[in-house]
């Protein structure tokens, strides 16, 4: 319950990801599981001190997806340059540029998911970290099946383009203002 009700955000994020043929199903998939695993690996490594973190450095993440945002706005599409790349070449940038949005996009839950660590026991820790990587696969195939979907997925198609540089950039003034 707790990953759900603080990751509820992060399923629109991921669909307008999935829903852009800019970015291939994987690099949505890995850039996710980097980013939120760093947010749990954050509360793991110190449930008692990540919630000492001063606040400024939490908000300073939303700056992220205000930069990748802007950027979005300002480049051309990249689904005309991947056409350029041969298949199969990764393009790690786009990996990293999701998980850097996860990460600042899931680091407001240090403070949900940290008291929650620290109440627990080491196995009670271990199952409940389970639990949140098997439902990061959950999230994502969620999202990916809504924007595959024939209805829903082609109308986030049309505005996903649109919509997702500035989404991100209101994510980040949210977090930037959280």
């Not at 660590?117 to 970290?129: C, D, M, N």
């Not at 994502?140 to 595959?148: E, H, T």
Request: charged letters at 15%.
């Amino acid at each position: 319950m707790a990953f759900a009700a603080a990751n509820i955000d992060d399923l629109l994020v991921l669909l307008l990801f999935f829903a852009d043929r800019r970015f291939r199903s994987w690099e949505v998939v890995a850039g996710q599981y980097f980013g939120v695993s760093a947010v749990i690996g954050l509360c793991l490594a110190g449930a008692a001190a990540a919630s000492y973190l001063p606040a400024m450095v939490i908000r300073a993440l939303g700056v992220v997806p205000i930069v990748v945002g802007i950027h979005r706005m300002v480049t051309k599409p990249k689904h005309e340059e991947s056409e350029k790349l041969p298949r199969g070449v990764a393009n790690w940038t786009n990996v990293f540029a999701i998980a850097g949005i996860s990460f600042a996009g899931c680091s407001d839950n240090l403070a949900i998911f940290t008291p929650l660590f620290a109440r627990l026991e080491r196995p009670e820790k271990t199952i409940v970290t389970l639990v949140f990587l098997a439902l990061i696969g959950v999230w994502c195939w969620s999202a990916l099946y809504l924007a595959r979907h024939p209805v829903v997925g082609e109308k986030i198609r049309v505005i996903g383009d649109a919509v997702a540089p500035w989404a991100l950039i209101i994510l980040g003034v949210l977090i930037l203002c959280w």
